[in-house]
């Protein structure tokens, strides 16, 4: 029987303190990569700036139906409309059955109410060409397709479109309104021209004709709203999704006075949802932008037929209108997921999190997870199983059905697990945490490392002594557990320009961890996009702060610390963080959490309890006692590693795998000589753990830093 002895083998880089170790398909951490799709086979540049020009634009949508006719229709009119100079407005539809009404959800995409902001007919020229491409082979797309019906507007403002074609043919063209003639200034704002809260005041839209925001004499008085007007009344929309740029921002209503609706929960769980690939900033108009608009195409389709619509801004601001050719791609790229996934919540859906531990201790027990229903066709009903991959799990639990779930309804359970008995510490265990809507399964693959743990450090938070602060503290008003939790505003909100600290007096000691996870009980209430909590860690006695990423992460906008993981919006339930700290193991590790604020909008602020630093420890791995220690040098490495042996045990193999458990290297011997030479130039930076493996016995090997 082969025995073996992990050694940590250090290759040190913060590159990979934002990694996290789920694949969950559906749920990505704000310190996950983005996820990147493969480009569309069929998607070319345009000849304007990289953008198409209208006839090019047409003529992709006949290609598309040339190529593809059973999933895409021709282009299609409604009835007689015409632009305001007399062009076509069209639209497509992509179904299995794209001719056929056949009583399944629809969605509508939209593109260019604003002539200039032209990345949003680009981006959706590349989505549909995804969708097409990948029908034959993608089991998910092939789902939506064949029981969505999808609507795409590409091009709402042809005349504009043209205009700034006409004026700027290599692209840059600034024309923003429709062509109306008003007899002293042309052009309508199209997205001031729908009958909600039309002409409400002068400050989201104006009554002047030279006006950028100049929204007509009447509502609806553009034909070009008046074919989006029939559209949507001559189908049955459950979701509409507006293509603008730019910002990265995800608005939703109400956008004419920038009050809340009675759906904005459902609203904000839906944004949350569909930015964790590309980290929109979301909220509605006044909250992302600072200003109000009135008679908007959201605020009419959500106000007057109850249409989950909301309008998605593409491109930084460096990108501007007009980004540079070389950015076209990868801002396309970067909206893939969110229109997958806003055709998605059209369905049964629910997104299933696993909520468990990544390290196991015990060879049984259960696989925590939560079930959300996010999908607007409800009362849904979904079955949630376990499916394993690794052959360490023997056995399983059954499945779990969750009928007639409402939306937005939030259920937690588990899934009992056996694992084998002959598992070693460190070894990873792999399944499929699968939720099945009748129709479809949803897989998500979850990593998990099996090894003894032991809490390194713990406070109940039912006192402030393990802290250092000047104005968090405990108090009674909510708590997870025991009688008191740690706030940044004890009994009230926190203050405007805030910039409070909570930090641990002491450090946590890693440097006898194999691995170390930090586990919390948190809720919050924070100024979303604005207002945030940061959580950061030290390994030099504070001169240097890391953000630390977990499950319930943000991504920070551009007025807070953009780009890093922060805490902000609202959980009002409790619920249970982890961050994983691989990167600090042979470390003592110092934290901190803190609150930044504004001078506007203060509110309830962060909650913290049951602070929690375990870890597998790598003595545990090891008999001091028995056996001579062997060296592994040198420190730093970069290309090699070298193993001296210290005994007259055979070594048969050397194995190095990665800070999750997967195996990187392995390298099996007959006989060597007294050293080892290892070859490690093909590993990336990162942590990884050396294991030697012998016939019957195991010898304690010295623990190593190495940095490359």
């Not at 969750?402 to 070894?427: A, C, R, V, W």
């Not at 890093?564 to 963080?577: I, N, R, S």
């Amino acid at each position: 029987m082969l025995k073996a002895v992990f050694i940590s083998l250090f290759i040190f880089s913060v590159n990979s303190l934002f990694a996290q170790t789920t694949s969950n398909k559906h749920v990505f951490y704000a310190c996950s990569p983005t996820p990147v799709v493969h480009k569309p086979m069929n998607y070319i540049s345009g000849s304007m700036g990289g953008m198409y020009t209208f006839s090019q634009l047409l003529a992709e949508l006949d290609k598309m139906h040339a190529l593809y006719p059973d999933i895409i229709s021709p282009k299609l009119t409604l009835g007689s409309h015409l632009s305001y100079e007399g062009r076509p407005l069209y639209y497509v539809v992509i179904s299995d059955n794209p001719m056929i009404e056949e009583g399944e959800p629809q969605v509508l995409y939209t593109a260019l109410h604003h002539s200039m902001e032209v990345i949003s007919v680009q981006q959706m020229v590349y989505y549909m060409w995804y969708l097409l491409e990948n029908y034959a082979t993608n089991d998910e797309i092939r789902y939506l397709v064949d029981y969505t019906k999808m609507v795409f507007v590409p091009c709402i403002n042809p005349d504009g479109y043209v205009y700034n074609e006409s004026t700027n043919p290599q692209g840059g063209g600034t024309w923003r309104k429709n062509r109306r003639d008003n007899g002293f200034t042309i052009g309508v704002d199209l997205n001031r021209n729908y009958d909600y809260a039309f002409a409400y005041d002068e400050i989201g839209s104006s009554s002047l004709g030279w006006h950028p925001w100049y929204r007509g004499d009447s509502a609806f008085s553009e034909p070009e709203t008046q074919f989006m007007k029939d559209l949507i009344e001559s189908h049955s929309f459950k979701l509409s999704l507006n293509w603008h740029s730019y910002g990265n921002y995800l608005i939703y209503p109400w956008n004419y006075n920038g009050a809340q609706t009675p759906d904005s929960a459902v609203f904000e769980k839906i944004c949350r949802f569909l930015t964790n690939e590309n980290r929109f900033r979301y909220g509605n108009v006044d909250q992302v932008y600072g200003y109000n608009s009135n008679g908007d195409a959201d605020d009419w389709a959500y106000g007057i037929h109850h249409i989950i619509s909301m309008t998605a801004e593409l491109g930084t601001l460096d990108d501007g209108f007009w980004p540079d050719t070389s950015r076209i791609e990868p801002l396309c790229n970067s909206v893939v997921w969110m229109n997958k996934k806003y055709a998605l919540l059209s369905h049964d859906f629910a997104v299933v999190n696993d909520l468990s531990h990544r390290i196991i201790d015990n060879t049984s027990g259960y696989f925590k997870f939560e079930i959300e229903c996010l999908g607007l066709d409800t009362p849904s009903t979904f079955t949630v199983s376990i499916i394993p991959l690794s052959p360490e799990i023997m056995n399983v639990g059954a499945p779990i059905t969750f009928n007639h779930m409402t939306l937005l309804e939030n259920k937690i359970d588990s899934i009992y697990y056996q694992l084998s008995p002959n598992i070693q510490t460190g070894q990873t265990v792999k399944y499929i945490l699968a939720v099945d809507n009748g129709i479809f399964q949803f897989k998500d693959t979850i990593t998990k490392v099996f090894g003894p743990s032991h809490i390194l450090f713990y406070d109940a938070c039912e006192d402030i002594l393990h802290w250092n602060t000047t104005s968090w503290n405990v108090t009674s008003e909510d708590h997870c557990s025991g009688a008191y939790s740690i706030t940044d505003s004890p009994n009230d909100v926190y203050d405007f320009f805030e910039g409070s600290e909570l930090i641990l007096k002491n450090s946590v000691d890693l440097t006898n961890a194999m691995m170390a996870d930090l586990n919390f009980k948190a809720k919050w209430q924070i100024e979303q996009t604005y207002d945030w909590v940061e959580l950061y860690a030290s390994v030099d006695s504070f001169s240097t702060w890391i953000p630390l990423c977990g499950r319930y992460s943000s991504h920070g906008s551009d007025d807070q610390n953009e780009g890093e993981p922060l805490y902000d919006g609202q959980y009002l339930t409790w619920v249970e963080e982890e961050i994983h700290l691989d990167d600090f193991i042979g470390q003592k590790v110092w934290f901190k959490f803190v609150l930044n604020s504004d001078q506007t909008h203060n509110f309830d602020g962060f909650y913290l309890d049951d602070f929690t630093v375990r870890a597998i420890d790598l003595q545990s791995q090891m008999n001091e006692n028995q056996y001579s220690m062997n060296e592994i040098y040198p420190i730093p490495a970069s290309d090699f590693i070298y193993v001296q042996q210290k005994s007259n045990k055979p070594l048969k193999a050397v194995q190095i795998y990665n800070s999750i458990g997967q195996l990187q290297f392995s390298q099996n011997f007959e006989r060597i000589n007294d050293r080892l030479k290892v070859d490690i130039s093909a590993l990336s930076e990162g942590i990884y753990f050396v294991k030697l493996v012998y016939d019957n016995q195991v010898q304690q090997i010295k623990k190593i830093v190495i940095k490359k």
